[in-house]
């Protein structure tokens, strides 16, 4: 089962504009991360926030996390064409330094229009 | 070095007919995963590998999945007797300690 929800389920915004992806989760976690898949195959893994952790910039990519309210954001700054894709988060439960099975939002789609 | 490796990238069966999905995690990942993308649906778990453990077989959604892995690298995935619900893509991933890595996927179209 999915471990929550991800709005919105699709975004277009024009190139250059910021792009904001909200995703929340229902257990206790470990860490939560983002991915980006292109046409419906493998998944790039963009950054990784460990629960004690409230805010994490990598590059154009900005992500919080609130254990308090169980969400997690995603803003993706100065959008490029090439952002165009799904974007998922990820939570994982488990205990210990390894990752557990990944429990998947549903996906936000995000178009960006040159 | 590489990355995780999937073969066939792409398959298709026939209703009924067992087929086999590779996975080459990336070399000394101790853990390895495997995934269902279902057209139009979310990603879900179907069973995890960690190191010499007992793997978890939580998400394998009927007695027709298994999946083994030998010497602690390779991960063959098996579907006997498949079912046109089975179509999807089929994702593999691994890791050492945080991030998993995902390889491109096998595409199952079960006619």
């Known amino acids: 089962s999915q471990q929550g929800e991800e709005d919105p389920q699709a975004l277009s915004i024009q190139e250059g504009e910021n792009a904001t992806m909200n995703c929340s989760y229902k257990t206790s976690i470990n860490n939560l991360q983002w991915y980006r898949q292109n046409s419906g195959r493998g998944l790039v893994h963009l950054i990784l926030?460990?629960?004690?952790?409230r805010e994490k910039h990598s590059g154009r990519l900005r992500v919080t996390l609130d254990t308090s309210k169980k969400s997690s954001s995603l803003l993706i700054t100065a959008s490029r064409a090439a952002d165009t894709a799904s974007y998922f988060c990820a939570t994982d439960g488990a205990r210990g330094g390894n990752t557990g099975k990944l429990i998947f939002g549903q996906g936000t789609t995000l178009q960006v229009k040159p | 070095g590489a990355g995780v490796s999937q073969s066939p990238s792409n398959k298709v069966t026939e209703k009924g007919k067992d087929v086999e999905l590779r996975c080459d995690p990336i070399s000394g990942h101790t853990a390895l995963y495997w995934y269902r993308q279902s057209l139009g649906q979310g990603l879900e778990f179907l069973i995890y590998f960690q190191g010499n453990s007992a793997p978890d077989k939580s998400g394998l959604p009927s007695d027709r999945f298994s999946a083994e892995r030998t010497g602690g690298s390779v991960s063959t995935l098996t579907i006997q007797r498949t079912q046109q619900e089975d179509s999807a893509v089929y994702l593999c991933a691994s890791s050492y300690i945080g991030t998993q890595y995902f390889g491109p996927g096998t595409r199952l179209l079960v006619l």
């Open positions: 926030i460990r629960s004690n952790e």
